[in-house]
Each structure stands twice: as C-alpha cells, then as structure tokens.
C-alpha cells in the first residue's frame, strides 16, 4: 500500500463549500499519487470554528464546541471522498463533546462507510491544565482491508505502553500538532521508538503554519513521516519517508504488509517478541548498585 502523511495548514473557511474544496483537493491530490491511505493532523479540524467567526474560533471553550458541532457533517464528507476515491482517511482529529467535557477525537473512515473511532489517552499540559479536554475511550484496534491499523494521537505516541497495546497493529497512524521543533522532535522519536519497538510501521502527520486567530493553535512547527524498524526489508535509517520541516503537502511512503510480517518473524532483532523479557528486570530486582568514583 501506498501511505500519504499531511503537513496540512489551516485556513479561514468563508463558507462550508470553502471547507469542501479544500478538503476535495487533498484527498484528489493524494489518490492521484497512489495513496491507499491518507493521515490528517491533531486538531486539523479546528479551522471549522472559523466558520462561526473568528471570535469563535478565537475562544477556547466556544471553539470546542463549534468544532464539536460540525464533526457529523464533516464525517459524511470524508465517508463520500473516501467512496469515491477508493482509500481509508485517518481524519483530522476534532474536539467532540461528551457528558463531562471535550475528547480530542480522530476517525478512521473506510472506502465502505464505516467510521472507526479513536480518542486521544493522554492529556498534554494545556490540553488539560488550560482548554480543559478530557481523555477519552479505550485505544482500538481496526482490521482493515489494508491490514491491522491503530491510531496513537501525538502525545500519546511519546508512551510505551500505549504503543505495546497496538502491538498486533501494522500500521500506527499519529496525527499530530506542536508549536516548537522540540515538540515535532518528541512526537517523531515516540513515533520511530514505536516503530521499533512492535517492528510494524508508524505513519506522522503535522499541523504547520500560522493559525494566529486560534489560542489554542497559534503558529504550528512540524512535517510529515513514514518510519519503521530499522531491520530486514527496511531502511537502516529506519525512516522511509520524512517531510521538510513546515512545507506544507503530502509526504509518501510505500509499505509492504508482508515485510513487516517478515522482519517479526525473522529481523536481525525481535524486539516485538522479546518484549515480555522486560519483566522482572527493574532495578530492584537486578540488585543494581550506585557505585561512587572519587578522583
């Protein structure tokens, strides 16, 4: 299959066929490459709130819910895109309100109709000391046509744990947003730790450019990538494909589902099989002792 990973701008939508067009245009733009499967960013959906003014879009509890209201409306647009061109869409991830407070929430939509659905875990520090969204439901695993496909949304990818629960997963998607290069640099060494760890392929996309009407966005720092385990069938590198930083666009990688059967099977390391030998190897088991060196 061929992946394609958004480093997407937002925009000022003047109107819903404004957010169409756009949207149209990416999803045309990666088919027309090849692509099977398309991942859009974190929080890629709250260019919605501008279509109830920028006031709106500006605050950041009245933007949440903008958002939240929109998602049914733009779920049926990606369901017909995704018909019409053939391909599954991780789509962008949006606020959608609960009985409590907002869950950060991506969909994965199939060529068929279904939508799959997958909360963000874990907070960040102003998701949850300043916005105010909560954690959501439990991770999901999604048996596709394209193969095992999981969804790990930027914070949660920097999470060890959260990859292991995905590890029959063949593909892990993690839409992403951060506002510094050092955010960008977090996601993507979770994203490539989780490659290596369950020997399987993790696939970033990013929010780039200046969203300056949005609080919670402001000016976005990223890139699209591909990344896998640095092993059999695979480059040593272990990136198959990364953007430029901030250029917005798509950024392609193929991916062999048969490789990475594989490289679990037979890799030079089998990091995914061994990894129950972590336990009962922490420090107070190995006894490990503080040695102190004096000069």
């Known amino acids: 299959m061929r992946i394609a990973t958004a480093a997407y701008p937002l ?33 890629g959906a709250m260019e919605l709130a501008t279509l109830d003014g920028l006031d709106v879009a500006g605050d950041l509890e009245k933007s949440l ?8 409306e733009a779920d049926a647009l ?8 053939g391909v599954h869409i991780v789509a962008a991830s949006a606020p959608a309100a609960t ?4 869950v950060n929430r991506a969909r994965l939509i199939t060529p068929d109709g279904q939508i799959g659905v997958q909360d963000k875990q874990i ?19 999604f048996d596709t046509a394209l193969g095992r496909i999981g969804i790990l949304i930027c914070y949660d990818s920097e999470f060890p744990l959260l990859g ?3 590890q029959s997963c063949d593909i892990i998607a993690v839409p992403s947003v951060t506002e510094a290069l050092a955010g960008y640099w977090r996601v993507r060494t979770g994203a490539m730790a989780r490659a290596l760890e369950n020997q399987c392929v993790t696939a970033m ?39 430029e930083i901030c250029v917005p666009g798509w950024t392609y990688a193929d991916v062999d589902i048969e ?11 089998l990091n995914r099989s061994h990894w129950e030998e972590q336990q009962g190897r922490d420090a107070p088991a190995l006894n490990v002792a503080l040695k102190r060196i004096s000069s």
């Open 11 to 43: 925009d000022v939508l003047t109107s819903w066929a404004h957010y169409e067009d756009k949207l149209a245009h990416w999803v045309a733009g990666a088919c027309a490459q090849g692509a099977d499967l398309l991942v859009f960013p974190e929080y």
């Open 65 to 72: 819910f903008s958002v939240s209201d929109k998602i049914g």
């Open 78 to 85: 990606h369901v017909r895109l995704a018909a019409e061109h």
């Open 99 to 102: 009985q409590t407070r907002p």
């Open 123 to 141: 907070m960040t520090r102003f998701e949850r000391d300043v916005w105010g969204v909560i954690g959501g439901g439990p991770l999901q695993v």
């Open 164 to 166: 292991r629960a995905l």
């Open 205 to 243: 996309s990013s929010v780039v450019g200046q969203a300056d009407w949005s609080d919670a966005l402001g000016s976005c720092v990223g890139a699209g990538g591909v990344f896998c385990p640095p092993d059999t069938g695979f480059p040593s590198t272990g990136v198959l494909a990364a953007a």
């Open 259 to 269: 490789a990475i059967a594989h490289v679990r099977a037979d890799g030079v390391v």
